[in-house]
Structures are given as structure tokens and as C-alpha cells.
């Protein structure tokens, strides 16, 4: 029979492995964008406009 404490130390590394795997699942659809100069210009620029659209929105949020 497993110890307590053994058990509970297994959490934190499934944890990580787990985020890892969400992460590796999340961006394999951007492996296949990143193939063409027009997919990875278009990734560029949706990346820079949710920056920018970000940056207004909050910016208007705090009233700096």
C-alpha cells in the first residue's frame, strides 16, 4: 500500500505533464499554419491585432 505523502507527491508531476500535453494538443493545429509564409504572416498579424485590440480595451478600461 502506497504512503500518503507518496501519493500526494505524484500530483504535482501529473500536473505538469498534464499542462504539457494540453499545451502540445493546443498548438499542433499551428504546425501546419507555420508551413506557408502566408500562414505564418497570418498568424502574425491575428497575434498583433489581439495585442493591440488588448492593449485599447484595457487601456480604455483604467482610463490612463
Not at 502540445?24 to 508551413?35: D, G, H
Request: proline fraction near 3%.
Amino acid at each position: 500500500m502506497f504512503n500518503f505523502w507518496e501519493n500526494i507527491a505524484r500530483y504535482p508531476r501529473f500536473f505538469i505533464s498534464a499542462t504539457a500535453g494540453l499545451f502540445l494538443i493546443l498548438l499542433s493545429p499551428f504546425q501546419k499554419l507555420f508551413r506557408t509564409n502566408l500562414g505564418k504572416l497570418l498568424f502574425i498579424v491575428i497575434v498583433f491585432t489581439i495585442f493591440t485590440l488588448g492593449f485599447l480595451i484595457f487601456n480604455a478600461m483604467l482610463n490612463i
